[in-house]
Every structure is written in C-alpha cells, then in structure tokens.
C-alpha cells in the first residue's frame, strides 16, 4: 500500500504562486509515475502533471509554461510549482502515484484545495 500526503494549498491572487507538496510512504518502491491532477466543481477531474521515475514530464495544456512538477525521490515527495496562477486554476488538487508493474495500482491523496481569487 502506498499513502499519499498533499500540503500546501491555499488561497492566492492572481498572477500569485504556490508550491504544492505530497509525501508519499508506505510501498514507495514501487511507484513508478507521480503526478497531480485537479477538480474544479461542476467539472471532470483533469491532468495537471506527472513525471516518471526517470524524471520525464508531461503536462496539461492549461499548465504548460506556468507550472513545473518535480520528483525528489530521496524524499519520497513530488512537487508542483504553480507560477501566473489564474483563477480557473481554483480546484482541488489531488496528487496520483501509479505502479505499472507487476501489478497496476493507482493511488490517490485526499486533495488539497488552491483558490485563487482577489
């Protein structure tokens, strides 16, 4: 099993930044992609970033440019730099570990929220 712990949310103006953090432990081993995702109310849960064990990145169009996700494995914990943020940007931010083999699991934390407002 694997425990995924977000912190840093909050409430920001716009053009403001945040960073997000989230602690992952248990089985950590064997995670192999960590990343985040969000949702917005009244919306579908979207991508926001991942990044790969191996530090590959991919992210949401909306993000691109603005955000950055980053992977200390030493620590255990996964990043998102959240730059220029915008008020669409207001969801709850989930953090996402995936193990891909031997066995396919998703786990998921238990959100943290970013509003940003003026």
């Known amino acids: 099993q694997v425990q995924l712990v977000e912190s840093g949310g909050g409430l920001v103006h716009p053009g403001g930044s945040l960073r997000l953090s989230c602690a992952a432990s248990g089985s950590v081993f064997s995670i192999d992609v960590m990343g985040w995702y969000r949702q917005a109310p009244g919306k579908q849960r979207e991508l926001v970033a991942v990044?790969?064990?191996?530090?590959?990145?991919n992210y949401g169009d909306s993000v691109k440019g603005r955000f950055t996700i980053s992977r200390d494995n030493t620590r255990n914990t996964v990043y998102l730099q959240m730059n220029s943020l915008k008020s669409e940007d207001t969801a709850v931010y989930y953090c996402n570990g995936v193990r891909v083999a031997p066995s396919p699991a998703s786990y998921w934390g238990q959100g943290t929220q970013v509003t940003v407002s003026s």
């Open positions: 990044v790969n064990r191996g530090g590959s990145t």
